[in-house]
């Protein structure tokens, strides 16, 4: 008999090898499922995520389930066992007992990514682990005339990172903005897709940089979604400024969902 949880969850992602569990390396997956398993007196408990982030990239609203065995461990007892015994890079946020047949992944109906670049002249030392940095002349105006292109049902295959294992690389992209926080000196990206493949945001991200920076037109992503070719655009956003801000699991609400404006 076992009882399967759905936790919401953030981290700083900076010490971390990525979320999935590696030999001989420090991840998120790992930190809770050794947790899990002293809670279990041995048995090994399998955290699932409803993504596997990158080393060095954070998270806001990472969702993971498990399923626990033995005796039912009410949620909010739950919640306070584990935060006890997390490191201080991770926090619990909340926790719920699922029904069975709920699922982290297969249940998604979107994900919010979010991208932070830091537009200051030298790296600011206190943000050089949780933004990019791009200290260069940028067009706002341009991004964002440009992030209207990246809306709607597209084969997203020319902004996939090598070493991804997905095959069908059509999304629905439905949310992309860019605006700049004049407080914080930073461009700040927000993407929300049906999903998202290896390293995606990353490439869009330096991707609308050299478009706001005059080295691509502004209309450039058609063209590129339609070579499918990774040749096309070959930098890559750095993994410090990237966020997995949210996961939709009911319908994203209208206020989201720009490609029905198309």
């Not at 297969?106 to 979010?114: A, C, L, M, Q, T």
């Not at 096309?232 to 956003?237: F, G, M, Y």
Request: some cysteine.
């Amino acid at each position: 008999m076992s009882t399967r949880y759905k936790m919401l969850m953030a981290y700083d992602g900076h010490l971390f090898h990525g979320f999935q569990v590696q030999p001989n390396q420090r991840t998120v997956q790992g930190t809770v499922e050794e947790a899990l398993k002293k809670m279990t007196k041995g048995k090994r408990v399998i955290v699932e995520g409803s993504g596997r982030t990158d080393a060095g990239v954070h998270a806001m609203g990472q969702v993971i389930q498990f399923d626990y065995p033995g005796n039912r461990i009410p949620a909010e007892k739950m919640i306070l066992a584990l935060n006890s015994m997390m490191p201080m890079d991770i926090i619990f946020k909340e926790c719920e007992i699922a029904s069975p047949d709920f699922h982290v992944r297969y249940s998604i109906k979107g994900k919010w990514y979010r991208y932070r670049m830091s537009l200051d002249h030298f790296v600011n030392p206190f943000k050089r682990f949780y933004t990019g940095h791009y200290p260069y002349p940028i067009d706002v105006s341009k991004m964002k005339e440009a992030a209207k292109d990246l809306l709607g049902k597209h084969d997203f295959t020319s902004f996939a990172a090598s070493g991804g294992q997905i095959k069908n690389k059509v999304r629905t992209m439905y949310y992309v903005n860019v605006e700049k926080n004049e407080a914080q000196n930073e461009l700040v990206f927000d993407f929300i897709c049906s999903g998202f493949l290896y390293n995606m945001v990353r490439i869009l991200v330096a991707t609308l940089l050299e478009i706001g920076s005059g080295k691509r037109p502004v209309h450039d992503f058609p063209r590129i979604i339609k070579a499918k070719d990774r040749l096309q655009v070959t930098q890559t956003a750095p993994a410090s400024g990237l966020y997995l801000y949210h996961v939709f699991y009911d319908k994203l609400p209208d206020k989201y969902r720009q490609d029905l404006l198309l």
